[in-house]
């Protein structure tokens, strides 16, 4: 989905990314805003999705208590898709 996009993308431009970070980059103070919760079933819809698509194993890691970040192996898969080159 888009946002989930939005969540990948903020995941690659920062090294960690907070939980509530993430969530004021992608929902700005919308009072509209669905739970702070809606974080981890995006994080694991990517995981899904990264996995499908033969990323390595634990392209996002989580940072218990606090948010997530990417692996540095999952980076370099990520920059070789982006670049357009095989992983």
């Known amino acids: 989905?888009?946002?989930e996009g939005q969540?990948?993308?903020y995941l690659i431009a920062h090294k960690a990314a907070s939980r509530q970070a993430l969530f004021s980059a992608l929902y700005d103070d919308?009072?509209?805003a669905p739970d702070i919760k809606i974080l981890d079933v995006f994080a694991h819809k990517l995981r899904?999705?990264?996995a499908t698509a033969d990323a390595p194993q634990d392209?996002?890691?989580?940072i218990?208590?606090?948010g997530w970040s990417i692996s540095d192996?999952?980076?370099a898969w990520l920059d070789a898709i982006?670049?357009?080159a095989q992983p």
Do not use: A, F, H, M
């Open 48 to 50: 899904r999705k990264l």
């Open 73 to 75: 192996e999952g980076r």
């Open 82 to 84: 982006i670049e357009g």
């Open 1 to 3: 989905t888009r946002v």
């Open 64 to 66: 218990w208590g606090s």
């Open 59 to 62: 392209t996002i890691q989580t």
């Open 30 to 32: 919308n009072p509209d």
């Open 7 to 9: 969540v990948l993308c």
